[in-house]
């Protein structure tokens, strides 16, 4: 398995950014699919960016255009730049990795966006 640790989540006005970073326990050279999801209090986890084998990238589309998701293979870490941010974005979110045919999901960072 690989262990999955996000960083990076605060309290923030709407408008504003903020970056998350998953670090893993592993080389993720190859790991795909691989990228965060959500939780909003009261709601089902849902996908927010995902990446794919030959950089193919999915977002919601509550988050297109506003929300990148990358990637550093040298650092282990992948990385979700938030901009633009609404408080309909305040949730818990998650780093996935699928990895020998298991899911493998960090612990959450919680992100608050204030209106």
């Known amino acids: 398995q690989v262990q999955l640790l996000e960083s990076g989540g605060g309290s923030v006005q709407a408008g504003g950014s903020l970056r998350l970073s998953c670090a893993a326990s592993?080389?993720?050279?190859?790991?795909?699919?691989m990228g965060w999801y959500r939780q909003a209090p009261g709601k089902e986890r849902e996908g927010a960016a995902i990446m794919f084998s030959g950089s193919s990238t999915v977002y919601a589309d509550s988050v297109k255009g506003r929300f990148t998701i990358s990637r550093d293979n040298a650092k282990n870490t992948m990385y979700l730049q938030m901009n633009s941010l609404k408080p309909e974005d305040t949730a818990v979110y998650y780093c996935?990795?699928?990895?020998?045919?298991?899911?493998?999901w960090g612990q959450g960072t919680q992100v608050t966006v204030s209106s």
């Open positions: 996935y990795a699928w990895y020998l045919g298991k899911n493998n």
């Open positions: 592993r080389s993720i050279a190859g790991i795909y699919p």
